[in-house]
Each structure stands twice: as structure tokens, then as C-alpha cells.
């Protein structure tokens, strides 16, 4: 009896410690991932060093002179307007899935609009190549020029040859790409207002749009917030539909038809081309900045979120 | 009584205006989806062909060549990948979901499993060519199949996880009840109910890393012929996607909207699979 019992205890010991190191995997891969882009990307950190890193506008392989000014420019452009275009947007379905669609249509729209976040983005890639950014270029951009061109200041940001492969059908794909990812949190969220909150609204008199204004975004704003956020780091780290929109051009751009770079394009595109150490180790550091806002983005918005889940 | 009136016909105008725009950004979201699968579909089945799945690749402008290489490459990676990161993320699951439920180690990497889950996927390709790559020399499907894994894993963790808490603990009592040790309970008992989640958990996970280019491109590389020896570079359908449609020719083009179009079907069946599983299981 107590041979079985010893041997019974020790399969279970085993047992435990072996999903034990499966689940502590996680920590040593992070860690890990983080110290090797570091060890990597020392050369390109003790020639250039942060702040000259950060704010070098040049990006020249041939001479050997690396700054991430422009690729972080073209990253965080087009986040922040895929964010400014997608957040309205993903909170008007929110609000259609919560409150106007018919109950047994629920979960089938639910499901259509996850399916975007399903698909690939290379897919998204494809189609922003052969079909949108074509489509821009041709109609929806040179519509755009004739109405705001002639404005003062905002023309500015109209000018130069629209074709169509450039930042706005980048935002453009990119706030397609994310809308799905707020619409769900918010839809979480707001599903989640407590009923008498939203009866007592109703109960003085508050129109629908009023109870979704005043009872229940007040009620789900953290979980607005972390979902932007989780977006906003999903946009940081979008690769391949962007590589194929967005043309890969190391400049400030000013106008929003002017090509464009990011960190992950870069990456991308010259990653395997990188000839040098220092240029290989420079687009290591690359990784590393993107890795660290990612990192910091995302842990923010758990902390976000974990808050409005205690309070509930 | 008057100006009261006209305030609330003022309110409710607002409402429907409101209202009215919430609709139509449903319609919009669904008008993407309709679009881009459309478009998919329309340009995907104009280039399916027997040949895009027996052929092997020709050079371009000869006509006839297909995907055969890529498909199989894509195959052999994302088996290797499914090997390492299933056991691997369900064993973790586990442990977070029992043994470790109540520790502070176990939740810190839940949460952690969460942040990774949103790392961009190209970083974990410049991880694996720093750890992998770069030591060995040359590009190696195992390597493709590796950054792959360290995608799904996480999923898979969170997923085990989630499943098995849904479990009722008086089942596992019952068990104790018995005698039996904790890791029978869990083998016998936990697993079997959280069986179809924890499976559905693998199903979303690989149409996760099903269309995954970016981790791909600098560590299982791309070629143009058929092989199955994952120690060296291996052709993939997404890396071959993105090559023949950033190429000058017609006939890669049309190739990469086939190719396009069978990885979109693929994920799509999968997920609204895993979904309706879901949905049979846990709403009844």
C-alpha cells in the first residue's frame, strides 16, 4: 500500500513539475527574447546611442549611419490615424451589437466582425495592394486633393501625387485591421453595465443615446481605454499589410499621400539584405524599441483592464 | 409645457441621428468584410487550377508552374510548430489552471502569456534568427517551425487555462473523494471535461499562425523547389504570397491570390468552427 502511495506521490510531483516548466517557458522565452535583441543590438547602441538613435533622420546603409527618426515617424503616424479612424467606427458597433441589433442576429455579427481580425494580414496586404490602394489612387484621393489642397495649413497635408501607396490607404487598411480587436472589448464591457444603472436612466426619461452617453460609456471607460490601447499596440507591430501599401520610403513625410516607412517594414524588407554588422545590429535595435513600446502598451492596458474587472 | 415639448423632440432627434450612425458603422464593418473576402474570392477561384497543386514552380512567363513546393512547405512547418507548442501550451495551461491557481507566480505569467500573446509576430522572427539562426549559419525550416511555436504557445496557455477553470471544482472532489491523486484527477477528470475547449483552443491557434508571414521570412527563408528537408530553407505559402506579389509578373500574381484564396478558406472554416463548438458546448 505505501509503495503505491509513494510511487503515486512522486508521479504526481512529476507531474506538477513538468507543468511546471512548461508554464515557466513563458518567462524564460520573454526574458529571453528581451536579453538577445539587447545582446544583438549593443554594437548599434554603443555607436549611436539612444537619444542619437531615436532622433537620427537618416537612414543610410552604404555610409553607415543609422537613425530611427523616420520609421518610428511612419509607425506612429499611421497608428495614431488607424486609431483616430477606427475607434468611432469600432464604438458604433459596439453600440449597434449591445443595444439596436435583433438577439438572434447577435452572435452572427459578433462572429463577422472577429472574422476580420481572423484573417491574415498578409491577406489584407494582397488586397490593399491590387484592389484599394489602386482605388484610392485613381478615385477616392485626387477627390480628397480638389477638396482640401486649396484649405490653408490642412492643404498641406494633401499635397504631392496621390497614387494611391501611401500613408493614408496604410492608416486606412491598418484601422480596418483593428477595429475588430476594440469592438469586441467594448462590446464586453458594456455588456457588463449593471441593468438597474441603465432602468433607473430609462426610468427618468433618458433616451436610448442618452443611457449609451451618460450610463454606459462612463461605465466602460477603462475597458475603452485598455481596448485602444491593445489596438494601438496591434498597429505598432502590423508587418506584412503594411509592407505592401505603405512603399517603404526612409522620410518625415508630411503630406498623407506621401510613402512611408516603419519599424516593421524596415525589418521586413531588409533584414535579410543587411550586409554589416552595424546595419544588422541597428535593425536589431529596431526590434528592441518596437518590442519595449509593445511591451509597455500592452502591460498598461492590462492593468487597465484588471482594474475595471475588480471593481466589477 | 410648450418649450418642454420642443426640448424633447430635440432629444430624440438627437437619439436617432445617434442611433442612425451606429447602424452605419455596423454596415461599414460588415462592408470591409464582404469586400475583401469578395475580393479574395473573385480573384482566387479565377486562378485555381490542378496546377497550383501539383506543379512545382517554373520560371516565370513559361506558364503551367505551381505552388506544390510551398504548399507542402507550409505543411511540414506548421506540423513541427503544432509538435512543439500544443504540448507545450497545455501542460503550462494546466499547471496555471490547477497546481499553480493560487500563486502569485502563476498569475504573473497568465498575465505575461496575455502580453505575449500581442508581440508583433516579426519580433519573435528577429528572436529566433538571433537564437537559431545565426548560430547554425543558414535558414532552416525548424527555425520557421520554432517562431511559429513560440507564437502559439501563449495562445494555447490562455486558452487550456480558461477551459479548464470553467470545470467545476466538485467534480475534482469527487475524484479526491476516491483516493485518487491530483495528477489522475487532472488526467482523467479535468481533461476529459475540458476536452472539445482545450481542442478548440488548438483549432484558433492554428489558424493564428496558419497565416503568419513576418516570423517566417528571415528563419525559414523561402526557395523555389520542393523539399522536405526542414534543416534547410523552406518554401511557405504566405512568404511565397508576399514574394510573387511584390514580383513584376502576371503569372506570380495570379498564383499568390490562389494561394491567397485556399490560406483565407482555411482560417475561416477554422475559426467559425472553433466558434460553433464553442457556442454548442458552453451555451447549453
Known amino acids: 500500500m505505501s509503495v503505491t502511495m509513494k510511487r503515486e506521490q512522486w508521479l504526481d510531483k512529476s507531474f506538477c513539475a513538468i507543468t511546471f516548466g512548461a508554464a515557466f517557458l513563458v518567462l524564460v522565452i520573454i526574458v529571453s527574447i528581451f536579453i538577445s535583441l539587447f545582446q544583438e543590438s549593443l554594437l548599434a547602441i554603443e555607436t549611436f546611442g539612444f537619444f542619437d538613435f531615436v532622433t537620427g533622420t537618416q537612414w543610410d546603409p552604404v555610409r553607415e549611419i543609422f537613425g530611427a527618426a523616420t520609421t518610428l515617424y511612419g509607425t506612429l503616424v499611421t497608428t495614431l490615424l488607424a486609431l483616430i479612424m477606427a475607434v468611432p467606427v469600432a464604438m458604433g458597433i459596439a453600440i449597434f451589437i449591445t443595444e439596436l441589433c435583433p438577439a438572434f442576429l447577435r452572435p452572427i455579427f459578433g462572429t463577422a466582425i472577429e472574422l476580420l481580425a481572423a484573417i491574415p494580414s498578409i491577406i489584407y496586404g494582397m488586397w490593399g495592394l491590387f484592389t484599394f490602394a489602386p482605388l484610392m489612387g485613381e478615385y477616392v484621393e485626387p477627390v480628397l486633393q480638389n477638396i482640401f489642397e486649396p484649405i490653408p495649413i490642412i492643404g498641406h497635408l494633401f499635397t504631392g501625387v496621390p497614387l494611391g501607396i501611401d500613408i493614408l490607404t496604410t492608416s486606412i487598411v491598418l484601422s480596418i485591421m483593428i477595429i475588430p480587436f476594440i469592438a469586441s472589448i467594448v462590446r464586453d464591457t458594456f455588456t457588463q453595465t449593471p441593468l438597474q444603472l441603465k432602468e433607473s436612466a430609462y426610468g427618468i426619461g433618458a433616451t436610448r443615446w442618452e443611457v449609451v452617453k451618460d450610463v454606459m460609456i462612463p461605465h466602460a471607460k477603462t475597458g475603452i481605454l485598455g481596448s485602444i490601447i491593445i489596438a494601438m499596440g496591434r498597429a505598432l507591430g502590423e508587418t506584412m499589410a503594411v509592407a505592401f501599401v505603405l512603399g517603404n520610403k526612409h522620410s518625415i513625410a508630411t503630406s498623407l499621400f506621401d510613402a512611408s516607412a516603419t519599424i516593421t517594414v524596415t525589418l521586413a524588407n531588409e533584414f535579410t539584405e543587411a550586409d554589416s554588422d552595424l546595419y544588422l545590429s541597428s535593425l536589431f535595435y529596431l526590434a528592441l524599441i518596437l518590442l519595449g513600446m509593445n511591451f509597455l502598451l500592452l502591460a498598461l492596458a492590462k492593468t487597465f483592464l484588471a482594474h475595471k474587472r475588480n471593481k466589477v | ?284
Open chain 2, 1 to 284: 409645457m410648450y418649450t418642454a415639448k420642443k426640448e424633447f423632440k430635440k432629444r430624440q432627434i438627437v437619439n436617432y441621428i445617434a442611433l442612425f450612425i451606429a447602424c452605419a458603422a455596423a454596415a461599414l464593418g460588415l462592408f470591409w468584410l464582404v469586400f475583401i473576402l469578395a475580393d479574395v474570392v473573385r480573384h482566387g477561384m479565377a486562378s485555381l487550377s490542378p496546377e497550383l497543386f501539383l506543379n512545382e514552380a517554373v520560371p516565370p512567363g513559361m506558364g503551367g508552374g505551381g505552388l506544390k513546393h510551398a504548399f507542402i512547405g507550409q505543411l511540414l512547418i506548421t506540423l513541427v510548430a503544432l509538435i512543439i507548442g500544443i504540448p507545450l501550451g497545455v501542460l503550462g495551461g494546466t499547471y496555471l489552471a490547477e497546481y499553480g491557481r493560487n500563486s502569485a507566480l502563476g498569475r504573473f505569467i497568465s498575465t505575461l502569456s496575455d502580453i505575449m500573446i500581442s508581440v508583433p509576430s516579426i519580433v519573435i522572427g528577429t528572436f529566433v534568427y538571433a537564437v537559431f539562426v545565426k548560430p547554425i549559419g543558414h535558414f532552416s525550416g525548424y527555425a520557421g517551425a520554432l517562431a511559429l511555436a513560440i507564437i502559439m504557445v501563449p495562445v494555447v496557455l490562455r486558452t487550456t487555462e480558461e477551459m479548464i477553470l470553467l470545470v467545476p471544482w466538485e467534480l475534482r472532489e469527487a475524484a479526491f473523494a476516491l483516493g485518487a491523486p491530483y495528477y489522475k484527477v487532472i488526467l482523467q477528470v479535468v481533461y476529459r471535461g475540458a476536452a472539445t475547449g482545450i481542442f478548440t483552443g488548438v483549432l484558433l491557434a492554428i489558424a493564428r499562425i496558419a497565416g503568419e508571414t513576418a516570423p517566417l521570412l528571415f528563419t525559414s527563408f523561402n526557395n523555389m523547389f520542393l523539399t522536405t528537408n526542414m534543416n534547410e530553407s523552406m518554401p511557405s505559402l504566405t512568404v511565397t504570397i508576399y514574394q510573387y506579389a511584390m514580383g513584376p509578373y502576371d503569372d506570380w500574381h495570379t498564383m499568390a491570390w490562389g494561394a491567397s484564396f485556399i490560406i483565407t478558406m482555411f482560417i475561416l472554416v477554422v475559426t467559425v468552427m472553433g466558434r460553433l463548438i464553442i457556442h454548442w458546448k458552453y451555451k447549453n
